[in-house]
């Protein structure tokens, strides 16, 4: 029997970590507090836990976070206070805030010069259109979703990027199991955008996003390719599904020496990939919260 491949397990809190040491030296020479507010409607569950990691988290490098808890009758009041408050540098949304209908015109709302997210259309639009800097001089960079740069960041922990070329994802094949707007379609646009030919999943089905090589920027097909075939010719499978009853991703179902990333709530992954995949990141967490304070940083700097 062929000896079984030593599964890289990446931690993304030792990760974190050292974007965490520039990030407080970036602070420090601001010679002032920067201060996010978050909105929180939820009593318990994901949002609540996660506002609360991201609270720590931007103390850690410096920053103040408050935590302002509503009635979702009272989110729209609350926005409109923190766009227009000179003190508060960055709007964190935790959502669900009202419902699926609602959190989308909500998110419109947050000035985009605020927006921690990246979430807001202004850097969406930016982001579909592969457009990396918001002058022709390349100095002032755009925002882009938190979780969607974390899990690129991570991925280059494991080689699959390759440093210092325009299409550092030339030549691989992609599995994203999550089209939402909030992670899984910026996440398939930004990693064609590098080069990769990424298979979105879904439960309406399959698309392609076709890689932005010898263009300006990605391109989106229907396509027919089953869970079977997406998974089989992926070099790397990225799962968010935020549920236990989804099927979990077993090593006879990915190609040997994947890479495999979950960055939803729950495992998606059995643990028979370990000895099958070259790579797991089991969580991304920290350094989506790490990603939020560079962000903050992108945000004041572009306000000069």
């Known amino acids: 029997m062929e000896p079984a491949i030593r599964t890289t397990v990446v931690d993304p809190s030792e990760v974190a970590e050292r974007f965490r040491a520039d990030i407080r030296e970036q602070v420090r020479e601001r010679g002032r507090r920067l201060r996010i507010v978050g909105l929180l409607t939820q009593q318990e569950g994901p ?27 009272d989110v729209l009041a609350a926005i409109r206070r923190a766009n227009e408050d000179e003190t508060v540098d960055g709007i964190f949304l935790y959502y669900p805030l009202v419902d699926p209908a609602e959190d989308r ?12 997210e990246g979430m807001h259309s202004f850097w969406s639009r930016l982001l579909y259109e592969n457009r990396r800097y918001l002058d022709e001089e390349r100095t002032r960079r755009t925002i882009v979703p938190c979780t969607p740069l ?6 280059d922990e494991t080689g699959l990027r390759r440093q210092g070329v325009q299409a550092p994802l030339e030549g691989v094949t992609a599995c994203v199991i999550n089209r939402s707007e909030v992670v899984g379609r910026p996440l398939s646009a930004m990693l064609a955008n590098d080069g990769a030919t990424v298979v979105s999943l ?5 698309v392609v996003f076709d890689p932005a090589i010898g263009r300006h920027t990605h391109s989106v097909r229907d396509a027919e390719i089953t869970r079977a075939q997406a998974l089989a010719g992926a070099d790397v499978v990225i799962t968010g599904v935020p549920s236990r009853e989804f099927p979990l991703v077993t090593a006879a179902e990915i190609a040997e020496g994947a890479i495999c990333v979950n960055f939803s709530q729950f495992r998606n992954f059995d643990d028979s990939i370990m000895g099958r995949a070259s790579a797991f990141v089991p969580r991304v967490g920290p350094m989506t ?3 939020a304070t560079r962000n ?9």
Request: glycine share 6%; aromatic share 6%.
């Open 202 to 206: 879904d439960l309406t089905g399959s």
């Open 105 to 116: 015109w909500l998110r419109e709302l947050v000035d985009p010069r605020k927006d921690v």
């Open 289 to 291: 919260v790490t990603m």
């Open 47 to 73: 949002a609540r836990t996660y506002a609360q990691y991201a609270r720590r988290g931007a103390e850690n490098v410096g920053m103040e976070m408050e935590l302002w808890e509503l009635a979702p009758r």
């Open 296 to 304: 903050l940083l992108r945000l004041v700097e572009l306000q000069g």
């Open 150 to 155: 974390a899990i690129l960041k991570l991925l």
